[in-house]
C-alpha cells in the first residue's frame, strides 16, 4: 500500500523553530531521510557572539546527521536557516526572510520552547507564549499552508491528573491575552513577582506558558490548518537513525546521568508511579504524521477546533520509575563508563523535608570534601555549586515524579490505526509494543557515548569495570567507617546517660 505521508510531503517546504533542540534536529533529519522535501527552513538565533551562520555550520556537524550524509551527502544543501529569536517582539525575521516564507512554506513545525521548569516568568511568557501568537500571524499571511503542528506538552494540564485531547482554558487564572498585556506593560521584575498569583496550581513556569501558548492556537487560530502536539517526556532515540542518540543534559537524563557519574545518591521519586517517557525518534515521527492529519481535518471543517495528539506510553505498556531506575543499573553497570567519580548508586524517598536532611550526608558533605581537595590542589571548587543546582532540578522534577498521571492518546491512537502499513513502518511510533528492557539498554550505550564521550570498545568496558570495581570497595569501606562512627558515638551518648 503507498504511502500517504511521503506523498503528502513530497515537494513540500517546510519551516521549524526550535530546530537547534533535540526533537526538532530529529524532525529535521527525519524528513531529509525518509521524505522527498524540497526545502527546509528553520529558525536560528544568534547566540553568545556567535552568529547564525556560524551556528548552522556547528549544527551540520552534529552525530545525529552522519548516516543520512552517508546515503544523501548533499542532503543538509536543502536546509536553509533563517535568523530569527522566538523570545523578539517580531520573532526578529528580516523583511525578505519573512517574505520567503509566506509566498513558499507549505508545512509549519514550531517547536522552538525555553525548557527550564523555572524560567524567569517573563522570559517565559515570551518564547512559549506570545512566539506562538506571533506564529499563528505569520502563518496566517502564508500563502500555501497546508499544515501547522504546535508542539506543546503533555503535562501543559498537569494541575489535573486525567487529562484529554481537549484544551483546559478553566485552569488558567487569567486569560492569555491579559497576561500577555501585563507582560507587556509591565517590568520583568514586577512580571516575576506576580508569578505565585498567576500561575495558580501550575508547578513550574514552563508548564503555565505551555498551557497559555495552547489558548493562544484554541482562541486566536481562526480557520488555519493548525493542530497542538503534545509530547510527554522526550528521551533517547530507540531505533533512528541510531539507536541511543541524544542531545544535551535536561530533566530526567540529567538526573540518570548524575547517578551513572556518581555524583547524585539520594533521589526525590516514588518507584511505584509511571513515568511518561517517549523516545525522540518515536517523537519526531508523530509530529511528522500528524502534519498529515491536520492537513485532512482542516480540508473537511476549519470550524471546529484544532486536533490535538497527546503522545505518551499506552496504559497497556507502561513503566514505572522503579522499573527505569532498575534497567538503568542494569545497563549501566554493565558497561560503567570510565569518568566516573564514585560508585554509582541512589537512594530513593518520597519525603521532601527527609531529602532536605539527606542531602546533606549523601552530597554535601562529600562534595565540601572534593571541594577541599580541589583547592589544595590549586583548582576551581565547584561542587557544592553544582549540588544547589542538582537538588533545585530534582525538587522540580518532583510533581511529575510523585504521581500517576492518565492521559488520554484517542486521537494519536486513531492516527496510527489509519496509517497504511508501508507509513507504519517508515514512521513507527507504536508504544503498545516497545520493549523497555531493550531500549534502556539503548539509552544507557546512548548516554555513556554521546554524554560521557566515552566509547564502547572491549578496552574501555574493561577499564570501567576496573574503576567501578575500585570505587565499590571505596564506598563499602567508607559506610563501614561512617556506620562504626555513628555506633561509637551513640554508644558514647548511652554510656554518658548513666553516668
Known sequence: ????????????????????????????????????????????????????????????????????????????????????????????????????LIAEVQVVMHGAASVRFMEPLQQALNINTRSVRLMVQLAKEMLRLEAFVHVSTAYSNCVINNTQERFYPEHLTCPVDKVLDLSHSLSGELVDRMAPALLGKYPNTYTYTKALGEQIIQKEAGDLPIGVFRPAIILSSFKEPVPGWIDGLQGLVASIYGIAYGVIHLMLVNLKVNVHIIPVDYCANVAIASAVQIAKVAKKDRKIDPPIYTYSPTQSNPITYGELINNCYKYGLDAPNTKMVWYPFSHNITCSWLFDVGVYLYHMLPGFLIDVTLRLKGQKSVMIKSYHKIHEGIKLLYPFSNKSYIMDTKNTDQMWQS?????????????????????????????????????????????????????????????????????????????????
Open 419 to 499: 496509517m497504511s502499513a508501508e507509513d507504519k513502518r517508515i514512521f513507527n511510533f507504536d508504544m503498545s509494543v516497545i520493549d523497555w528492557m531493550e531500549y534502556f539498554k539503548y539509552v544507557m550505550e546512548g548516554i555513556r557515548l554521546y554524554l560521557f564521550k566515552d566509547l564502547r570498545t572491549p578496552e574501555s568496558i574493561a577499564n570501567g569495570r576496573k574503576i567501578l570495581f575500585k570505587y565499590y570497595v571505596l564506598d563499602r569501606v567508607m559506610k563501614l567507617v561512617l556506620l562504626l562512627v555513628f555506633g561509637a558515638f551513640v554508644w558514647f551518648l548511652f554510656n554518658l546517660g548513666f553516668n
Open 1 to 100: 500500500m503507498a504511502s500517504e505521508i511521503l506523498s503528502f510531503y513530497k515537494d513540500k517546504t517546510v519551516f521549524v523553530t526550535g530546530g537547534t533542540g533535540m526533537l526538532g534536529k530529529v524532525i529535521i533529519e527525519k524528513l531529509l531521510r525518509s521524505t522527498e522535501v524540497k526545502r527546509i527552513y528553520f529558525l536560528v538565533r544568534a547566540k553568545r557572539g556567535e552568529g547564525v551562520e556560524g551556528r548552522f555550520e556547528i549544527w551540520k556537524k552534529n552525530e545525529i546527521f552522519e548516516i543520512l550524509l552517508k546515503n544523501k551527502p548533499r542532503a543538509l544543501e536543502l536546509v536553509t536557516p533563517i535568523s530569527g529569536d522566538c523570545a523578539s517582539s517580531d520573532l526578529a525575521i528580516s523583511d525578505e526572510d519573512r517574505r520567503t
